[in-house]
């Protein structure tokens, strides 16, 4: 017989509050009767005491579900808990049609593929490249590859849609809790954008891990960022209605006045194949008027990472020097 798996044994008490709440969706009409479309699962904890004058938000990536930011595969405390601990009220998100935010092809629209576990393999653990040391479980360990993989989804097949839904759920939680600050996670990188741009005065700063791109790319399985950084569309200026116009743009052609002078950081990892993307994306912004910053978690000692740097062996240290900024950019 098996030892007995008890968690709760072993992990360190902490004092904190909690809870969970919905942001509806819209009241559609199929036949003569009512649904809704869309909600979005929103879980909270917070400190006895708040110390930090904004929330976090935490939006996952593509295909999984806000636990990417609890416990990390290994069983360690993932993000979401080390903001609590540092005096953060943290929100952490399933976007809608993802995790615990129900999904009916009824009112999202047909689900693209399942998640692989190929996909898993190729985006999440080390390869060819020598320097990735930090992936937190052996490629030949089946029982934690198979609890990996439990919490993957499909996506919705529109990708315009499925951002559109992410960024108008996240912008009426920002009108119910007030300011905050986003983080994102790869495939939620284009919400951030899309939020900012319809809550400006609501988003404090965003710090974007990875983000999916790079402009204009087609990504396999998932759909295509029509708009630059983003599926779904932008409000730019002078107006954009055909986002094809964007792709010759020179800096200064175009503004997303949204975006001017809010705090945006794009982390990347020193061996994840993803941050190849970061750069083009910051460029773009910027060309925009915003001011994206690049932060290389190598370049601050935080060496060995791929794309799922958020819960490898030294989630820890990867986001300290993403804290460090987000306290700065945000109680200076």
């Known amino acids: ?39 979005m699962y929103v879980e909270w904890e917070a400190p006895e005491q708040v110390v930090r004058p904004w929330p976090v938000v935490l939006m996952h990536g593509g295909g999984f579900q ?10 360690r405390p993932g993000w979401a808990q080390r903001l609590v601990e540092a005096g953060y009220a943290v929100l952490v998100v399933d976007r809608p049609g993802h995790g615990r935010s129900p999904y009916h092809v009824d009112t999202l629209g047909e689900m693209g593929p399942p ?45 315009e849609l499925s951002e559109t839904m992410d960024a108008d759920r996240t912008a009426a939680l920002l009108d119910r809790i007030g ?28 710090a974007a891990i990875e983000p999916m791109g790079p402009p204009f790319a087609a990504i396999p399985n998932i759909g295509a960022m029509r708009w630059g950084p983003t599926a779904a569309p932008l409000t730019f200026e002078p107006p954009v209605h055909d986002p094809a116009a964007l792709r010759e743009m020179r800096a200064g052609d175009y503004a997303l006045p949204a975006l001017a002078g809010l705090p945006i950081l794009i ?9 190849a993307a970061s750069p083009p994306t910051a460029a773009f912004l910027n060309a925009c008027g915003a001011s994206a910053e690049l932060l290389a978690l190598a370049d ?33």
């Open 66 to 75: 806000g636990t990417e930011w609890f416990d990390t595969p290994d069983g």
């Open 267 to 275: 982390v990347t990892a020193e061996a994840s194949a993803f941050a």
């Open 179 to 206: 300011p905050a600050i986003l983080i994102t996670h790869s495939a939620s990188g284009p919400d951030g954008w899309l939020v900012a741009d319809r809550r400006p005065r609501l988003v404090k700063a965003i």
């Open 115 to 159: 998640f692989l576990y190929e996909g898993g393999q190729r985006i999440y653990f080390p390869g060819d490249d020598a320097r990735h040391t930090q992936w937190p479980f052996a490629s030949d360990d089946t029982a934690a590859m198979d609890e990996f993989i439990a919490g993957y989804g499909p996506l919705p097949r529109d990708l």
């Open 1 to 39: 017989m098996s030892e007995a798996f008890a968690p709760w044994t072993t992990t360190a008490a902490r004092t904190i509050r909690r809870g969970h709440f919905w942001i509806a969706g819209e009241r559609v009409t199929t036949g003569d009767k009512t649904v809704q479309r869309g909600p």
């Open 300 to 332: 601050h000692g935080v060496r060995g990472n791929g794309h799922g740097l958020i819960y490898e062996r030294n989630s820890d240290e990867a986001l300290a020097p993403v804290l460090d900024w987000i306290v700065r950019k945000t109680e200076a």
